[in-house]
């Protein structure tokens, strides 16, 4: 018991002895400061930076963004801000890629669709003006007239005036763009993606399914062409047209007249339409989908 009371007593002694620190000269042991100090106040001015430390390092990450570089302390605002813009980033990629496919496929229908077995004339020199596009004539321009009052939105008057009942009734989801004569076939072991058909003169060319025009425009191989994008990834082409009607971003119904038959381009013999149907970047026989 004496021996625990005298314990306790000289750590209370030692804890209350006073120390001196002399900070002196060493060369002439002239005295520049001395500080008077316990081991208590030692202890009370550690705890205290020890304290004030770590309030300070728990204050700089909760109220500053540097507890966005430690792991695991990511703001919640800042992950959902970039989920949000990886999932447009996306997006953008998967529209991106469809829109690639799409002109893709695009390009291989023109690609393969030009007959190989006739020779290449060299390329023409169009007339310099807007869209290099030649000016039409008084007679086109009358034509046009013609057509777009009183047969743009009806049946040809040389066509069958029942149409659409004969291609339904037969089971048929296509409408045929003209009535006519197919003078060259589809062969795919040939290279020829299309059907060729001659009809009378001045003959309407109409729109085959619904559908919405991507491509309208003339080039030195095939004239004026007209393409129109349908449901289900199909593409309907018309091409050699002396006249086109629609401009791309158009949106036409079936049976709507969209061009003139003629022969223009570099490729053909004569009056005719060159006529291909592309599903999912694969040519189709347009005989099988339609009556002629």
Known sequence: MDNKKSFWKRLF???????????????TFEEKASFSLTRLNVFIALSSLIVL??????????????????????DVTVKNKLQTQILRIDSLENEIRMRDDLLNSIRRVFKDSIDETKPQQPEQTLPSGENNTIPASSNELALRDLVEKGDKYTLSQNASPDIFEQAYSAGYLYLPPVKGTITQ???????????DIVTKPNETVRATLDGTVIFATWNPATGNVIVLQHNNNTVSIYKHNAVIFKKEGDFVKAGD?????????????GPHLHFEIWEDGLALNPENLMGF
């Open 13 to 27: 002694r030692d804890v209350r002895s006073r120390y001196r620190i002399v900070i002196m000269n060493d060369t």
């Open 53 to 74: 430390l770590v309030f300070s390092g728990v204050s700089l990450i909760v109220f500053t963004p540097v507890k966005e570089y430690l792991p695991g302390c990511n």
């Open 185 to 195: 076939k589809f062969e795919l072991r040939e290279g020829h993606y299309a059907i």
């Open 257 to 269: 007249a969209i061009a003139i038959v003629g022969n223009s381009g570099e490729l053909t013999t």
